[in-house]
């Protein structure tokens, strides 16, 4: 297992080297963030269901699981995420780059050209967010959690 101290809140690669390129790019995003934006770490306490970003390009996924202390990014989609991002990695990449403000919940970045773009593909399937509509507070927490943008 490999870990990283940031803030108090570790984040950590379940799979250690192992790590697919979704955990790392997801792992190293939330560490950055947290070192960037350390209020973030209660937003991360918030998400208390785990959640998954799955690369529909690279055909990998990853699981993302908050918990009180620390975060840890796991291969694969396990533990049946509440959130499940299905995207392709420019869209991910796209997805971080969105303002997000009170914690996630007041999605801001949704109101600028790349969030119209981003918007555009969920509305054309392209990127899909299952459990956006039963989990909205998650959907929304996880975005800002990878957001890498103030």
Do not use: W
């Not at 991360?44 to 699981?63: C, L, Q």
């Not at 869209?91 to 303002?99: F, G, T």
């Amino acid at each position: 297992m490999t870990s990283t101290q940031t803030n108090s809140y570790p984040v950590t690669l379940n799979d250690g080297d192992d790590a697919n390129g979704i955990a790392n790019i997801l792992c190293t995003l939330l560490q950055q963030n947290f070192e960037s934006f350390p209020s973030r770490v209660k937003v991360a306490r918030r998400v208390r269901r785990p959640v998954a970003v799955y690369s529909t390009d690279t055909e990998s996924g990853a699981t993302i699981i908050f918990k009180e202390d620390k975060a840890v990014v796991y291969n694969d989609i396990v533990e049946k995420p509440s959130v499940t991002v299905n995207a392709t990695v420019d869209q991910i990449i796209d997805v971080s780059q969105l303002p997000m403000k009170a914690g996630g919940l007041l999605p801001t970045g949704f109101f600028t050209k790349r969030g119209f773009s981003v918007l555009g593909s969920i509305l054309k399937h392209s990127l899909v967010v299952k459990g956006l509509l039963s989990h909205t507070a998650s959907a929304l927490r996880l975005i800002a959690l990878l957001s890498v943008a103030e």
